[in-house]
Nanobody, 126 residues
Framework: QVQLVESGGGLVQAGGSLRLSCAAS????????MGWFRQAPGKEREFVAG????????AYANSVKGRFTISRDNAKNAVYLQMNSLKPEDTAVYYC???????????????????WGQGTQVTVSS
């Protein structure tokens, strides 16, 4: 059972930056593909970014491409989401997710992930 804990959320002005972190409890976490999702009030949870266990494959939602960067440090059992040029529409609860890696394909569907963190709130003011 993988436990994920997100941190780094907060309130920021438009154009600002935040760095989210996700810490994993599993010692074999390095063999998990990871993803970041977000859910705004009244909306479905949506894919933001994903990274394979090798870190060779990375994918982004079109809405964040060029502004957000996902990375991982397997030695620290952590995955990060650097968010720059934040916009009010980025306001949401951000979730870290994990799935055991049977390939290096980055999954974009929430149904493909088995483990989820509790979420961290990101609020971008205009």
């Amino acid at each position: 059972q993988v436990q994920l804990v997100e941190s780094g959320g907060g309130l920021v002005q438009a154009g600002g930056s935040l760095r989210l972190s996700c810490a994993a409890s599993e010692d074999t976490w390095s063999r998990y593909n990871m993803g970041w999702f977000r859910q705004a009030p009244g909306k479905e949870r949506e894919f933001v970014a994903g990274i394979s266990w090798t870190a060779f494959n990375i994918a982004y939602a079109n809405s964040v491409k060029g502004r957000f960067t996902i990375s991982r440090d397997n030695a620290k059992n952590a995955v990060y989401l650097q968010m720059n040029s934040l916009k009010p529409e980025d306001t949401a609860v951000y979730y870290c997710a994990a799935v055991g890696a049977d390939s290096t394909v980055v999954r974009r569907s929430r149904a493909d992930y088995d483990y989820w963190g509790q979420g961290t709130q990101v609020t971008v003011s205009s």
